[in-house]
């Protein structure tokens, strides 16, 4: 008997997950990749010696993830080992700096000497943001987004209120801690999500619940392990990866694909389901009457931040550095609004810095350091340029090195950057972001472009600008989610 033929564009989180999806159902599963490897904008970069994370470097939700590899019979750790990192990041001020300790005892201590009476407050956020994290993740984010009818059970209608939908997060996060720096210390995690806190629901308090409670772990070999973990998976099932090789055109007859065009062949599947960028795929792939969206429904949405990335080698160790570090030494509310309201490159930028070899040695050559910088910027931007990425790399670097103590710059001995002009180019990034879609409350589930066509039958769409949004746990559901509504449609 024939197997049922499906092509899935793109070998992301999410490509990844709805062709394993699609496998276990018993179809016969075809990747197609533009890049040479699987990961999308998790790939990984290998200069030197040194190894680095091209993408996403948090790995929060555990559970999420071990989820995923549930359904298929197996663990995460049949694929990658798992460390704990603690401290989990730490965040650098203008006077110093507050490390976020793993352990909540500690956790609690070092709010209580920021604010007093702090800790018996950060208890009771967290006791709603776990209820939000069970319900929301289980009620909210496992499905299509086709419906209101779909969030109509009673645990859901009984429990709005709790969730916090309508309220945003800044207030939500102000009735508890009184202290600027408690307040940006809670509203970090929705910084990425791609709005301000004031622009965020409450409901995601949740990634509060998932940082402080669930952890930041370190994926053995980076989070390119995971990536790896999920392509062995994907191959064991049966699923074919075709790479360097780039979809250019679909078909159709009727409302139907009939056949799918890239630059090196030809397809004839029963259906496909779209891991590249959406707009890419509406815009490119597909003929103008066959658009479920049309360009300024696209122009009007909120996009999440796009990048402004590092990637360097240093010839040394550093002497007082942790994994992850975050750059709040300027103000918070500045660059915040110069990604989200007045979209310009930013006077002074928060930052972010990753240096995988102080937890894993192989991620730099013996007595050596890697690092990914990272300065979230707003989509769109123009004016990307070699001049304006040396820029920025002079601003961050300086203001580490005061914060370390000690200098950095005559010790580089491989550097690469990497920004907006690279999204487009690489991913086929719309407007070259790098999240996606902004999870405001107008842009969250139903409000969120389909992750089926609405004018080809047999077209399906999973990934960060449809449900449920940007992040990798996200990526992960999303193609579950898809996998499932192409199964509910096509049988």
Not at 62 to 85: N, T, V
């Amino acid at each position: 008997m024939n197997k049922r033929k499906l092509i899935v564009i793109g070998s992301g989180f999410a490509g990844l997950s709805a062709a394993s999806f699609m496998a276990k159902q018993g179809w016969q599963v075809t990747v197609i990749e533009k890049n040479d490897g699987p990961g999308g904008r998790a790939r990984q970069l290998k200069e030197q010696g040194f190894v680095f994370d091209m993408g996403p470097s948090f790995y929060w939700m555990p559970d999420i993830f071990e989820r995923y590899f549930e359904q298929f019979g197996r663990k995460a750790s049949d694929y990658y080992q798992l460390e704990r990192l603690d401290p989990s990041y730490r965040v650098y001020w203008s006077d110093g700096f507050t490390d976020m300790s793993a352990d909540f005892e500690q956790l609690k201590k070092t709010f209580e000497s920021i604010e007093p009476g702090s800790s018996v407050m950060l208890e009771k956020y967290l006791d709603g943001a776990a209820y939000k994290y069970e319900v929301g993740i289980k009620k909210l984010v496992f499905k299509p987004g086709r419906s209101l009818l779909e969030f109509m059970d009673w645990q859901t209608i009984t429990g709005v209120f709790r969730l916090q939908v309508f309220n945003n997060i800044k207030k939500h996060i102000a009735g508890y801690f009184k202290t600027s720096r408690l307040r940006q210390l809670m509203e970090f995690p929705v910084l990425f999500l791609g709005a301000l806190p004031e622009d965020t629901p409450a409901l995601y308090s949740l990634m509060n619940y998932a940082d402080i409670k669930g952890g930041t772990w370190y994926p053995k070999g980076g989070m390119y392990a995971v990536v790896e973990g999920m392509y062995k998976l994907a191959l064991e099932l049966g699923v074919e990866f075709k790479f360097n090789e780039a979809v250019t055109k679909m078909e159709l007859d009727g409302k139907k694909i009939s056949s799918v065009q890239t630059d090196k062949g030809h397809y004839e599947p029963e259906a496909v389901i779209s891991g590249a960028d959406y707009h890419f795929t509406e815009t490119n792939l597909l003929p103008a009457a066959s658009r479920s969206y049309t360009e300024k429904y696209w122009d009007k949405k909120i996009m999440a931040p796009s990048c402004l990335m590092y990637y360097v080698g240093l010839n040394k160790k550093l002497k007082n550095v942790v994994h992850h570090g975050l750059f709040f030494d300027v103000p918070f509310d500045q660059h915040g609004q110069e990604i989200y309201k007045d979209p310009k490159w930013p006077a002074s930028p928060l930052f972010y810095s990753s240096v995988a070899s102080v937890t894993d040695e192989k991620a730099a050559p013996a007595g050596q350091e890697s690092i990914v910088f990272l300065i979230p910027v707003a989509s769109g931007l123009e004016g990307d340029s070699v001049e304006l990425r040396k820029h920025y790399f002079d601003i961050i670097l300086a203001r580490m090195e005061k914060h370390l103590g000690e200098p950095i710059r005559d010790s580089i001995v491989y550097y690469k950057d990497y920004s907006v002009k690279d999204f487009k180019a690489d991913y086929n990034s719309f407007k070259g972001n790098a999240y996606g879609l902004a999870n405001t409350l107008l842009q969250t589930a139903i409000f969120r472009p389909s992750c089926e066509s609405k004018r080809v039958r047999n077209l399906f769409y999973t990934g960060q600008l449809t449900v449920p949004g940007p992040g990798v746990p996200p990526s992960l559901i999303s193609g579950e989610v898809v996998a499932r509504q192409l199964i509910k449609r096509l049988g």
